[in-house]
């Protein structure tokens, strides 16, 4: 059974931190891209930041370039985003996810394999 559970979301001020990370099960966790995606009241959901099976190749959404950092861990199989510089606009449900086989650095939903529950991210001004 596939599981991706997200953790660290929480409440923050403007310009706080927050790191949150993802623990995948169930699949062979390194022959999938990973990626972040938030879904904010009444929007649609979009791609913050992804992350090749290496490590080596990342993209970020413009709104989140220089405060957002994607990375991984191989070895336990976990997925963390890095977030600085936190803004009231960053508040929505964070969701983890892998991409299907063949789709990588992109912020299409629709290539998206597997979903965790997500994480409620709040700031406040």
């Known amino acids: 059974q596939v599981q991706l559970v997200e953790s660290g979301g929480g409440s923050v001020e403007a310009g706080g931190s927050l790191r949150l990370s993802c623990a995948a099960s169930?699949?062979?966790?390194?022959?999938?891209?990973m990626a972040w995606f938030r879904q904010a009241l009444e929007k649609e959901r979009e791609g913050v930041a992804g992350?090749?099976?290496?490590?080596?190749?990342?993209y970020y959404a413009d709104s989140v370039k220089g405060r957002f950092t994607i990375s991984r861990d191989n070895a336990k199989n976990t997925v963390y985003l890095q977030m600085n510089s936190l803004k009231p606009e960053d508040t929505g449900m964070y969701y983890c996810a892998a991409k299907r086989r063949g789709y990588c650095l992109n912020n299409d939903p629709l290539t998206v394999a597997y979903w965790g529950q997500g994480t409620q991210v709040t700031v406040s001004s």
């Open positions: 169930g699949y062979t966790y390194s022959s999938n891209c």
């Open positions: 992350i090749s099976r290496g490590a080596d190749s990342t």
